[in-house]
């Protein structure tokens, strides 16, 4: 269990005995034609640069293995190169067994219990009453796929880009589709959440986040919609007497839940319960992204984000007092 | 008290002994050169042509002024003309005031009780904690304006277009605003709440609805979004202590509702309220408009509407039981 | 087998003896209360609006059954209303089986020979030398589909849309590919030319077109990209060994055959061979578009269609010789 | 007064005894961990950066106290970094009351004299004949108002964004409008100078401007077509008198004087003189805007600009002789 | 010299005895069978339809040779079918040499006096000082091109179409242009007012408007700006001593006067006097589009127009009497 | 000629004796204030960054004569800084008229050979059946225009942006655009091959490529689709009796080639000509932009490229085997 303080709340000056993720490692020669390495060294606040010079100890024996994925151990202290943070190192070495670490801990993660989330997921799901779709995603969420399934983040950037992501933004999902189910009757309850718990579930194919956030090549060739509706069609052909229309029906959710054309959906939603799938999807996701991006881009002495290009538009944290947070359901 | 079997259950050959509202009228000649009158019919459900010939009796004193906007009480029955449905009228009257019916009486409504929607929007209002606020929204919705605001249908046309759409749009949106302050502490519920009972406020003076819903020349010239702001900006600054920040921030909620300049915000969603109003809108917007569509366009004979152009798309009805639909708050 | 003048080469009073499609099929009242049936009939030329009356024999016994979809034997002659053709209908009978016609004869079709083409294919496809693909692809096309596969039209409007048409294009595209592939040795010839023959593959399941072209609900809400996608999915996952490379790169070139994301590709082309794919079946849907607009909607009296609205823009046949369509293969 | 060498037309290797704007101040280490400042020096000609070393005077005493805004006098000399220009500093001191230079003096400044623009646009407002509008605009610009107005620029950035651009550009429109009502005699020529002089006036609660230009929060989150329409709205509801019809016109011109939704007008223009103040605002800003850019962008060596993204094209000076461009009003 | 009143001054009823221009013409049958001609009729006002009934005398002598551009003098009155104004015919011939009328007395035409828009052309050229512009200006504008030049309207719908609105919005845009160079002095005034004067010269050979306004083959084929492009090019080799960089700066204003690709320029505006063009333009075009939308378009007992599609917008005619209208050149 | 180890096949380490050409030239001063010319040198595969110090022999004798363009020996060996590679120069001096070498030796050229490529465009040009298209097409390949026309590139980067890359592009068109003809004999063969050759033809005068590829003055304000245009008028407008409509259907298909308006055509294609050039153009343009980026931009250790933003996407290379690259013509 990782117990130091984060990277991100280190000062200038401040004496380093940390563990760091290797995130970048470039063996390079200095104008006088000495050796260093160009390291990227983080966790899971954020990452600094950090230069191995050739006349710290170890430096030959590590230069030519150390690679992105390590974990290393360095003592020195956070200095700065015009004018940005950068970690000076005194001494460094790889992470051993014996010192419980793993790339894992160096990964941003979801501020949610995982276990919560999990015990949500499972419950809400076993409150299918169809009975051809509850066993359909019995079947489809295998011990091994859930096991994914609760770990991948929703993205590589902008909104649930941290482990668990995608659970988290499914579980958020599937509540705002719930209240939508309440206040309209004519919506398919179990067909929509069925559809939720799928919409995003190619992306335990499409991306890997060991040791970094990156996209596969079946990921990038296929993307994660027809990943996820060609495994829930060949799931559904395995059980004969599933009903056509209901298969259609899923997987158009599935296909249909990114809303347009130019965002990758191949179709556009055609059914009640497609339009509210694209719709609850879109207000968690820009929700989540514009929280995320408030926490860590407001201008340090400035109540304003940069230009965030994704959005078109810098962000504004106005700092008012939350006096009614507190209050749950407040409309009863 | 209107009391008759709807325009829109009527088949052809059924007798009608009806109100209706006139909703186009213009005198014009047969090829033989007689005179008659060109007139639209409805009631709350739909509308259909009919045509007033000039042998049937009174013609003569109705021909130059009857008027759209007017009601009257025929008998004839249901014909048709080129396979759409027409009235034929045998005789004509305008409504008497014994008659007991007016306009607001063929306007279509939402279905949701009037008075249980008063009360929730009431109730939610009162538990504004923040006193700035509390006292505006007070001071914004007097009775006049309230009265008005409960009645204006929330469109023209595409979604809630029927009277009391606008306090029906208001509280889904409020409802789904309350869950994502469950969700996501950081948004401030007060303001979030107080904007998105204003989103829409200007249409109060954007549209007219009696006899027909049309927009007004002030809403063509000035749009609801700047109508509104005018409004709340002139409460705001009769109380000289209210806080220029709360201030700014809840007008820009007003002004970014509507998500993207080319969708008529005059800026675009710069906080995480306004970021969330412009989604919770746009998922009750959608939803609505798809329900109403598949309602009223499902072809005959068929699960699927005719193109929408707004929509970009037919849609589908795919008739698959709804076995779930009766349980509530699933989520818990 | 059919043998009659076609219907696109019929004038005003000229007589008719002909068997026609029933396209449309309506029954309406005059304005005198008799019934009629309204009807568009048509051959493989085109369609024409006709009227069935009350005074025609035997209009009683099949006004009632008469369907979209039958074939009907006329007597009658061409006449005209409002300026275009209508057919005037003196008697009509369904067609019996000793008439030897079916729905199929008047259907428009591919002008090229079905058996060559269908020989063509198979010959081009015994050239495949990598074994994975080989096998693979004589196991997609058993019997049944291949027959749907050289029946279906490549589209309901625009290009090829005519019995026979996705063969047709499919060959070729196949052509031009084979052309590129001798410029550009960097191509992968089997890979390329197995994606270009199997890029429209989904439209068996898509479209319908028997008695007329249609979009089944299936084709509507998942797309023929996806349902291609899904079906070589399927029949890949038979055979353990296939390259996972390989297959990733074979489903790249059906997912993004339409080049851009708002053409409805969940991804865009990012091989070599996906944009030579994308291009050719471009090229080839593109002149074959303009080369069928341009023989059916020039303008009489003029050299100019009017404004076709999927092109952008009105055509021009400018009707200069051609001295030297006959060579072929100029270039050696 | 300010009496030095413009920034601009200083070389390399000539002495500095100069007064500057700071524009940016920030405290770094040297790789060799010495304290210095990284600095930003400007005129209303242009900006250069300068390091002051901790060797130099006083370096301690003002190390933590300089800030963006202060004016200082620096004496030094031109020097160059890795090809661009550099200011070198041997003296700097803070500017004392007796050295009479503001913020203000190293600002860019409208080429035209104050006074004259002043008097041109009161001249003009002279001769507004409707008493409404002539009352109201008197009402508006208050002697406050109207110092800011002629202060303001029009602009951060792109066209007339300098201290007083806006009354240029006003005055320009104006021009402009006059011309398009001696043409056409069915513009209201009262109502469009009106909204010409009005169009951009929410720039002076907008934009400050000293000591560098800048959005306030207010202008971010409202914009300056809303912050005008609702000083204009407010300011014709102390007359109850005043038209309605002339009132929402009036506030029209304001609100589509951008022309486009997407130009952040949440209403295009719907009158005759919306269309024509439009197109005059786009006249007078495009034609600066390339004025502009050409006197300050050309390559040296060259008679192009780079790529100005904002225009979507570079842009070329081609050094014509313009031999009438003495005579004024030619056209008579 | 025709001397009757205007088509669309006359109401159902009136007695017709006018010459007209025929503008559509064609043969065809009524449900009985008897042959009628379907023709629209108009002078420079309007159009109307109307049938030549085979009752009327000389049907016979007429029916296959009446032809588009054909004047005939009708007898008559004003009918009305659907609710539409239509030609009653009593009586019809084709005009004759004595009656001193040609088709262009029938097509609509400048308000402004032709002589008096040649004479400020005219004037306006010879004030050209640069003599190689003066010349070339000179060679182009030969007496058979201007006279073309003085009588072709500037489109076909929108803006200026009407006989000799191309000389009309010539000038406006001259005096636009003359106004920014009097504000400029960096404006080269030779160049932009040549170009300004040749920018539309291509529509010579684009448009035909005897007997209607239509597009040539040419033009549709080539565009006028291209069409332009040529003959100035043309004109300018046959000196050969004409600067190189003049002529690319005289095409380049031609060739980019549309300002933007998506309009038809093959180049966007890279000069000072390009810009100003481009804008001058637009400001003439928009304000002339505006002002004859309304004038014609305007719903009766309403003060808006319907939808106008190319506008994206209704318009208003706010009809707020215009107090200073008769002032001229007020900004002095 | 040339005979050294190309640039981009050099190491860290390795000997320098190479002959370049000067890409970049500027003389900066070191922070001590020495003088040195930072330069860019390179041959047709890569260019690399170069100092030139003051202390190397000749340095005061050629630092303010060397000139972008000029050729260079080199003796030294190849660097790295900050990662980068960087030519470090021992000794240098000019090329000599011995040396044998010009600029043109380090251009990137086409990898077809010339002799080879104006042999078949020749001999293509030669089966030109139509008399006047042949004899025009004669005329405009001058000695002169071809040289320039089998030299120059196709553009400045994108697709075949190397010497001769025109004419090896115009070839590919050409053999597409046959095949195209032998399948729709309704394709005017002669007007497309000649439209083919035409099409980019006006690039001899908007490019130069020597010493560096640049656009021109010319080809920036006409363009080349105008520059090609405007000969071919000029020469067709030589023989008084070419057919007019065969002239405005040639200049029609290099107008329209680019496809789209936004693409810069200033018509679109409206002949069954001009869809097929454009298309083909496609085909062309695209297969070999994505060829040579894929064989450029590969990141080391891995199957991707960087994102490339013209494609709008990265780019893979999957590295399957190519079994039938051999195999030419399959299709027969």
């Not at 060739?221 to 899923?250: C, R, T, W």
């Amino acid at each position: 269990m990782l117990n130091q303080i984060e990277l991100s709340s280190l000062s200038k000056g401040d004496s380093l005995d940390h563990f760091f993720l290797v995130k970048k490692c470039e063996l390079r020669l200095t104008k006088n034609g000495k050796e260093y390495l160009s390291l990227e060294l983080g966790d899971k606040s954020i990452s600094s640069p950090a230069n191995l010079w050739d006349d710290v100890a170890g430096f030959k024996s590590i230069k030519n293995s150390l690679a992105v994925g390590d974990v290393v151990k360095i003592t020195g202290s956070m200095d700065e190169f015009q004018g940005s943070p950068q970690i000076k190192i005194e001494a460094l070495r790889l992470a051993k067994q014996s010192d419980e670490v793993t790339p894992k801990d160096f990964l941003p993660k979801s501020s949610r219990d995982l276990k919560v989330m999990r015990k949500e997921f499972t419950s809400r799901l076993d409150k299918i009453i169809n009975s051809d779709l509850n066993k359909l995603m019995n079947n489809i969420f295998t011990e091994d796929r859930f096991e994914r399934y609760t770990s991948v983040p929703a993205g590589k950037m902008w909104h649930h880009s941290y482990i668990s992501g995608l659970i988290e933004h499914t579980l958020e999902i599937v509540k705002i589709c719930d209240l939508m189910c309440d206040i309209h009757p004519q919506i398919n309850r179990d067909l929509l959440i069925c559809g939720a718990m799928l919409h995003d579930f190619g992306k335990i194919e499409e991306l890997t986040f060991e040791p970094v956030f990156e996209y596969t090549d079946k990921g990038k060739l296929l993307g994660h919609i027809v990943i996820a509706a060609m495994i829930v069609n060949e799931e559904i052909n395995k059980s004969p007497d599933f009903p056509e229309n209901l298969k259609n029906n899923l997987l158009h959710l599935i296909l249909s839940h990114q809303g347009k054309l130019e965002y990758a959906s191949p179709v556009v939603p055609k059914t009640l319960e497609a339009i509210t799938l694209y719709q609850a999807d879109e207000l968690s996701a820009k929700v989540n992204a514009y929280k995320n991006t408030m926490q860590n881009e407001i201008k340090s002495g400035s109540s304003w984000t940069k230009f965030i290009s994704i959005a078109g538009t810098d962000m504004h944290n106005h700092g008012i007092e939350n006096q009614s947070s507190e209050n749950k359901t407040l409309f009863d």
